[in-house]
């Protein structure tokens, strides 16, 4: 199956195309394998750049949009107008191409390439997440980070935006996110800073080859929009 993998959550633009498959009793990292992908980060291009890079991938990989099988799209946690944009993109390519959209958390995504990273090339890896615990971070301004806290792979806390000193990384060996913010965190830095379109497709790979229907596409925002916040700030000055 040809799956078309896109996020917008972070600064990151992310699209890719990952080719899934059934392969008996193997690990997932030999069912998925990536096709074409491209990112570029810049937090105010998500509307211009995305469906370019999509075009890119499809010319790279000589795939028409026939053969995608089906579109998963990350779903956040993630700024308001960012987060839209991989979203709305992800529901019209499903919508034209008559094809299931399924959403994954962000950050589980994450989660998933810094699984993957090689023990013996990244001396963070030797604090083994998977056993020891991860942490995931990504930038949700105003000096908050969404985040969220992974064992054996799973998560088992979040996704919940957080001032970093009030997150509690008890039980975590190491941390993977954004840049400027993993730092903020007395932790071994394994170098995964978004999402790929790789770790969002293996994070859906479960429901795809099971054919499952998927859940509505619906974002993780996990507060209102900044807009929202400054409108509700001007009525409470003038006493409304």
Same mark, same amino acid.
């Given at each position: 199956?040809?799956?078309?993998?896109?996020?917008?959550?972070?600064?990151?633009?992310?699209?890719?195309?990952?080719?899934?498959?059934q392969t008996g009793a193997g690990p997932i990292p030999e069912r998925v394998r990536t096709v074409a992908?491209?990112?570029? !980060?810049?937090? +105010? @291009?998500?509307?211009?750049?995305?469906?370019?890079?999509?075009?890119?991938?499809?010319?790279?990989?000589?795939?028409?949009?026939?053969?995608?099988?089906?579109? !998963?799209?990350?779903?956040? #946690? /993630?700024?308001?107008?960012?987060? %839209?944009? /991989?979203?709305?993109?992800a529901a019209a390519f499903g919508d034209a191409l008559g094809i299931p959209v399924y959403g994954v958390?962000?950050?589980?995504?994450?989660?998933?390439?810094?699984?993957?990273?090689?023990?013996?090339?990244?001396?963070?890896? &030797?604090?083994?997440? &998977?056993?020891? /615990?991860?942490?995931? !971070?990504?930038?949700?301004? +105003?000096?908050?980070?969404?985040?969220? %806290?992974? $064992?054996?792979?799973?998560?088992?806390?979040?996704?919940?935006?957080?001032?970093? @000193?009030?997150?509690?990384? &008890?039980?975590?060996?190491?941390?993977?996110?954004?840049?400027?913010?993993?730092?903020?965190? &007395?932790? #071994?830095?394994?170098?995964?800073?978004?999402?790929?379109?790789?770790?969002?497709?293996?994070?859906?790979?479960?429901?795809?080859?099971?054919?499952?229907?998927?859940? #509505?596409?619906?974002?993780?925002?996990?507060? $209102?929009?900044d807009a929202v916040e400054r409108s509700y700030r001007a009525l409470d000055r003038t006493g409304a």
């Open positions: 199956m040809l799956v078309l993998a896109v996020d917008t959550a972070t600064p990151a633009v992310t699209a890719g195309l990952v080719h899934l498959e992908s491209r990112v570029y !980060v810049d937090a +105010r @291009a998500h509307a211009e750049v995305l469906t370019p890079q999509i075009l890119e991938c499809l010319a790279e990989s000589g795939c028409a949009r026939g053969d995608i099988g089906a579109v !998963v799209a990350g779903i956040g #946690p /993630g700024p308001f107008t960012g987060l %839209r944009v /991989g979203m709305a993109t958390c962000s950050l589980d995504a994450i989660a998933a390439d810094a699984g993957r990273e090689p023990r013996g090339e990244n001396p963070a890896a &030797d604090a083994d997440p &998977d056993a020891a /615990g991860l942490l995931v !971070v990504t930038d949700a301004r +105003r000096r908050e980070v969404y985040w969220a %806290r992974y $064992r054996d792979g799973a998560r088992v806390a979040g996704p919940a935006v957080d001032k970093p @000193a009030d997150v509690d990384p &008890d039980t975590v060996a190491a941390i993977a996110g954004s840049a400027s913010h993993v730092d903020l965190f &007395d932790l #071994p830095v394994l170098p995964v800073e978004s999402p790929s379109p790789l770790g969002l497709v293996t994070v859906a790979a479960p429901a795809l080859l099971a054919g499952a229907a998927p859940e #509505p596409l619906v974002p993780l925002y996990l507060r $209102r929009p």
